[in-house]
């Protein structure tokens, strides 16, 4: 591991002023999560077209519970690693936002109960229908879950994920305060992520174009790599605890 990297990192960190961190399923990697895209990736085995999306929800909502309950039992037996933890302990400082695509919950594990949950949770669930009362997201932590689809303690119909699935919107609120932290911090870190979804890779290009130092933390290239100042071929396991100690 270079120690110039390091430093360098630390410097930018120590120098700034504000600080955003947009984290991927990279940084769970390591904890045992499968990533979306990688070697052991979910989608290899799933085409996302056929299990993360509205129609396939309303096609088959039983095939997809059982890809999302397999999911929870496989996140449901992991542990935040030394990367949620020290994004938990940056996420404590003034002028620190953390904000994850990740669903599996692991940041707030660590404690960065702050975190900007752009795709929602795959521990919460709400009413497919939207009743009334059924339509805010609920916590529902059991693994396996008894019934799939779980039903709508409300109004008896099918619960679905409270996670934001291909083509549907994000939560508008939720991405205005990720955009503004993009566009006004000074160092933008992107930490295991493709930068394969929007808007939420957007973040990226909005902190590019806003004049902030953009570094990414990722074994692999991708494809914003050419735009970014900094870009750190190292696990995030291994290179955030170092630079946590260097600060
Ligand atoms: C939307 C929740 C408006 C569900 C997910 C342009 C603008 C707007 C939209 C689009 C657009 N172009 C295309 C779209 C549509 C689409 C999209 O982006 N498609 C992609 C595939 C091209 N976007 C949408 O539909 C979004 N909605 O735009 O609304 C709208 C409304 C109506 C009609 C049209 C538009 C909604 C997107 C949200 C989808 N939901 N998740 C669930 O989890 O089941 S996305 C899913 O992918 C996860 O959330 C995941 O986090 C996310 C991104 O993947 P990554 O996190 O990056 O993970 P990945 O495996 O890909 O990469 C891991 C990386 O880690 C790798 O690079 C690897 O090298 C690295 N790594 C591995 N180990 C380590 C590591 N790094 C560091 N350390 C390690 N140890
Ligand atoms: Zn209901």
Not at 3 to 12: I, K, N, R, S
Not at 62 to 67: F, T
Not at 171 to 191: K, N, R, S, Y
Request: with cysteine.
């Amino acid at each position: 591991m270079s120690a110039d990297a390091v430093e360098q990192l630390a410097g930018l960190v120590r120098a700034a002023a504000s600080v955003t961190v947009l984290t991927g399923a990279g940084v769970s990697a390591a904890s045992g999560v499968p990533t979306f895209r990688g070697a052991d990736g979910l989608w290899r085995r799933y085409r996302p077209e056929d299990l993360a999306t509205p129609d396939a929800f309303a096609r088959d909502p039983r095939l997809v519970w059982e890809w999302y309950d397999w999911r929870r039992q496989r996140i449901a037996a992991c542990a935040p690693n030394d990367a949620h933890h020290v994004l938990a302990r940056w996420a404590q400082r003034p002028g620190v936002t953390l904000v994850t695509q990740n669903v599996d919950g692991l940041h707030e594990r660590a404690g960065a109960a702050a975190a900007i949950r752009l795709h929602g949770s795959i521990w919460e669930v709400r009413c497919a229908r939207g009743c009334a009362r059924g339509r805010e997201p609920r916590r529902l932590e059991t693994v396996p879950l008894e019934t799939l689809p779980p039903p709508c303690p409300h109004c008896g119909g099918d619960e679905r994920p409270g996670v934001v699935w291909f083509g549907e919107s994000l939560d508008p609120a939720l991405f205005g305060q990720a955009l503004a932290a993009a566009g006004g911090c000074d160092v933008f870190i992107a930490v295991g992520t493709s930068a394969a979804v929007y808007p939420a890779a957007g973040l990226l290009v909005e902190a590019k174009r806003s004049g902030a130092t953009t570094i990414e933390i990722n074994p692999d290239g991708t494809p914003l790599t050419p735009y970014l100042d900094v870009a750190v071929r190292q696990p995030a396991e291994r290179f955030l605890p170092l630079v946590d100690a260097a600060l």
